[in-house]
């Protein structure tokens, strides 16, 4: 039988009141059986190296681990020093997540770059070591801006996604998203 839901969320927010909050979805059990890691991302690359170990630990219970930057994985043109990275994901991130035995979930902005070479970011990401037995797919989610749901699955988990993404696509929510094709 197969799970068809996440086991974590790293970060992410909910719109309650005027505030955005990931404590928000974390006090109402949103995701029954998530762990959270509510740590609001320090500015400069030391804090954010303590931070990151201090989710990898946190989360290290976890089957999958959402993370949902401002605007998605990280680009060329932002610097780990760069207080804009903040908004972004590194690839060494994902990498350390996907080490310790999790597959990662991750939002990503859609570009105004051409389809082809949008989706070729992602699959540069899987010619890096630690992805090698990794299976890439997405969702894109249409409704306001377009943005995208990346996910990088290791192979054990790779049924209970599929499971997730078919449950999405067969939902009442089915109209906002479309599937994704590296």
Known sequence: MNRCASTSVRSGYMVYGNQRSVRAMEERNLIPGCVYFNQVVPRNVKGRAAWHQQA?????IADMVFLDPDNGLEVKSVSPANPKSIKYVFCSEIEDYYA???SVI???QRSHEPDEKYLARF???LAREPFARSILSGLR???GSTRDYIFV???EHTDAIRCGMENILRSSWAEHFGRLVF
């Open 153 to 155: 699955s290791r192979p």
């Open 100 to 102: 310790a035995g999790q």
């Open 56 to 60: 990898l630990l946190q989360l290290l």
């Open 106 to 108: 991750f939002y990503n």
């Open 141 to 143: 989610f249409f409704r």
């Open 123 to 125: 699959s540069s990401l």
